[in-house]
C-alpha cells in the first residue's frame, strides 16, 4: 500500500461515477486531493461529504476538453506536489464518425488523448524530480475494438494505451510507474444500457460495479502494475476482437446499426 508521505492526487472527472469513488477512497487513506470536473456543484457537493480541512482539497473547475485545460490545472496547483493523477474523466458516442458533429469528435479526442496527456508532461517531470509518483491512466478493451459506432472512442483508448506505454518505459527507474486500466463496461451511467442487459453484463462478468472498478485500479496503480484488464471474457475480447473481418464488421453495421441511435 501506498505510503502516506505522497502529497496530492489529482482526479479529473472527480465530481460523479468512478472519480467520485476514487476521492473518496484516497481521502479515507489520507491523501490531499486535487479534484477537476466541469460540474461545479457536483464538486462542492463531494468536498462537503468528505468533510476534509481546507489545506487537503481543492477544487477546479474546468472544461478538460479546452486547449489550455492541463495549463490551467497545472498553475491552479502551484506549490502542491502532486504524487497521484489519475486520468479518468471519459465520454462515450455510438454514432458513426460521418454521423457525428465535429464539435462531439473534437470534445472526444480533447478529453481522452490531448488534455491527459499533457497533464502527464507537466506533473511527470516534477514527480521524477521528487523520485516518487503514480501515474493511472484509464483506457478500455474497445482500445482493440476499431469498430463502426465506436470507433473513435475505441482509438482514442488505444492512443491513451499505447502512450502510457511509452510514458511508462521513459519514467522506469525514476520512482514514477504508470499504470493503465483496460475495463469493460463499468456500472455508471455513462453506458445506459437498459436494466436487463446490465444485469446479465454483472453475472457474466463483462461490466463490473463502479466501487469494484475502483478498487481494483487503485490496487493495480499502487503496486505498479503496467496494465490492468478485469474479467476473463473482457481478456477474450481484447485476443478476438481484432480478428473480426471488415466484411463482418460492415454486415452488422447494417443489420443493428439502428438499433444504436
Same mark, same amino acid.
Given at each position: 500500500? =501506498?505510503?502516506?508521505?505522497?502529497?496530492?492526487?489529482?482526479?479529473?472527472?472527480?465530481?460523479? #461515477?468512478?472519480?467520485?469513488?476514487?476521492?473518496?477512497?484516497?481521502?479515507?487513506?489520507?491523501?490531499?486531493?486535487?479534484?477537476?470536473? &466541469?460540474?461545479?456543484?457536483?464538486?462542492?457537493?463531494?468536498?462537503?461529504?468528505?468533510?476534509?480541512? /481546507?489545506?487537503?482539497?481543492?477544487?477546479? *473547475?474546468?472544461?478538460?476538453?479546452?486547449?489550455?485545460?492541463?495549463?490551467?490545472?497545472?498553475? =491552479?496547483?502551484?506549490?502542491?506536489?502532486?504524487?497521484?493523477?489519475?486520468?479518468?474523466?471519459?465520454?462515450?458516442?455510438?454514432?458513426?464518425?460521418?454521423?457525428?458533429?465535429?464539435?462531439?469528435?473534437?470534445?472526444?479526442?480533447? !478529453?481522452?488523448?490531448?488534455?491527459?496527456?499533457?497533464?502527464?508532461?507537466?506533473? *511527470?517531470?516534477?514527480?521524477? /524530480?521528487?523520485?516518487? #509518483?503514480?501515474?493511472?491512466?484509464?483506457?478500455?478493451?474497445?482500445?482493440?475494438?476499431?469498430?463502426?459506432?465506436?470507433?473513435?472512442?475505441?482509438?482514442?483508448?488505444?492512443?491513451?494505451?499505447?502512450?502510457?506505454?511509452?510514458?511508462?518505459?521513459?519514467?522506469?527507474?525514476?520512482?514514477?510507474?504508470?499504470?493503465? *486500466?483496460?475495463?469493460? =463496461?463499468?456500472?455508471?451511467? !455513462?453506458?445506459?444500457?437498459?436494466?436487463?442487459?446490465?444485469?446479465?453484463?454483472?453475472?457474466?462478468?463483462?461490466? &463490473?460495479?463502479?466501487?469494484?472498478?475502483?478498487?481494483?485500479?487503485?490496487?493495480?496503480?499502487?503496486?505498479?502494475?503496467?496494465?490492468?484488464?478485469?474479467?476473463?471474457?473482457?481478456?477474450?475480447?481484447?485476443?478476438?476482437?481484432? !480478428?473480426?473481418?471488415?466484411?463482418?464488421?460492415?454486415?452488422? !453495421?447494417?443489420?443493428?446499426?439502428?438499433?444504436?441511435?
Amino acid at each position: 500500500m =501506498a505510503s502516506k508521505e505522497l502529497n496530492y492526487a489529482l482526479i479529473s472527472g472527480a465530481a460523479s #461515477g468512478m472519480g467520485r469513488i476514487y476521492a473518496q477512497r484516497l481521502a479515507a487513506m489520507g491523501y490531499g486531493l486535487a479534484l477537476v470536473d &466541469i460540474n461545479a456543484e457536483g464538486l462542492e457537493s463531494l468536498k462537503n461529504e468528505l468533510h476534509l480541512p /481546507e489545506e487537503r482539497i481543492v477544487c477546479i *473547475v474546468q472544461d478538460l476538453s479546452k486547449s489550455e485545460a492541463a495549463a490551467n490545472i497545472h498553475a =491552479a496547483l502551484e506549490g502542491r506536489p502532486v504524487d497521484i493523477l489519475i486520468n479518468n474523466a471519459g465520454m462515450i458516442f455510438t454514432t458513426t464518425i460521418p454521423q457525428t458533429p465535429p464539435g462531439k469528435l473534437n470534445t472526444m479526442l480533447m !478529453l481522452h488523448c490531448n488534455t491527459p496527456l499533457l497533464l502527464c508532461r507537466m506533473f *511527470v517531470p516534477e514527480m521524477m /524530480e521528487r523520485g516518487c #509518483g503514480y501515474i493511472l491512466n484509464i483506457s478500455s478493451i474497445c482500445a482493440w475494438m476499431h469498430w463502426p459506432a465506436i470507433g473513435m472512442y475505441g482509438n482514442t483508448k488505444a492512443f491513451v494505451k499505447n502512450y502510457s506505454r511509452s510514458l511508462r518505459i521513459e519514467t522506469r527507474g525514476s520512482g514514477v510507474s504508470v499504470s493503465t *486500466v483496460c475495463f469493460g =463496461a463499468v456500472d455508471t451511467p !455513462l453506458f445506459g444500457f437498459s436494466e436487463k442487459i446490465r444485469r446479465l453484463m454483472l453475472k457474466t462478468g463483462i461490466m &463490473i460495479s463502479p466501487e469494484k472498478a475502483v478498487d481494483k485500479a487503485l490496487k493495480a496503480m499502487f503496486k505498479r502494475r503496467k496494465n490492468l484488464t478485469p474479467g476473463f471474457l473482457n481478456k477474450m475480447a481484447t485476443i478476438i476482437a481484432p !480478428l473480426l473481418s471488415e466484411r463482418c464488421l460492415s454486415y452488422l !453495421l447494417k443489420k443493428f446499426g439502428h438499433l444504436l441511435h
